[in-house]
């Protein structure tokens, strides 16, 4: 990760680390990524996270292919939702 976060700073590029939506909670592998985003000031947006999750409309009876994958609708779901954070915050370059 550190030679991912290297590259992205020599080349001037955002960095987002995002987590799509599953079944099983792991709380120390979240803390893990939260820890390692904030020490890089790296946006981390889990869609685990209820704000998210739900911010994107996201329905896991309806969005997931099994426990641990979203289906295509859930993908665009969470893709939207991406892009429209990404525009809102300025990082569009067009």
Known sequence: MDKIVKLCEEKVIT?????????ECNIAKYNTISDY???HEISYWDFNE????????????????DDWHTNIWGAK???T???ARL???????Y
């Open 87 to 93: 525009c809102d915050e300025g990082h569009n370059r």
């Open 37 to 39: 985003a904030s020490e």
């Open 77 to 79: 779901k969470v893709s």
């Open 15 to 23: 960095l987002i680390l995002t987590k799509l939506p599953y079944t």
């Open 50 to 65: 209820e704000s998210l999750y739900y911010g994107c409309g996201f329905v896991s009876g309806e969005d997931m292919n």
């Open 81 to 83: 939702y991406i892009a």
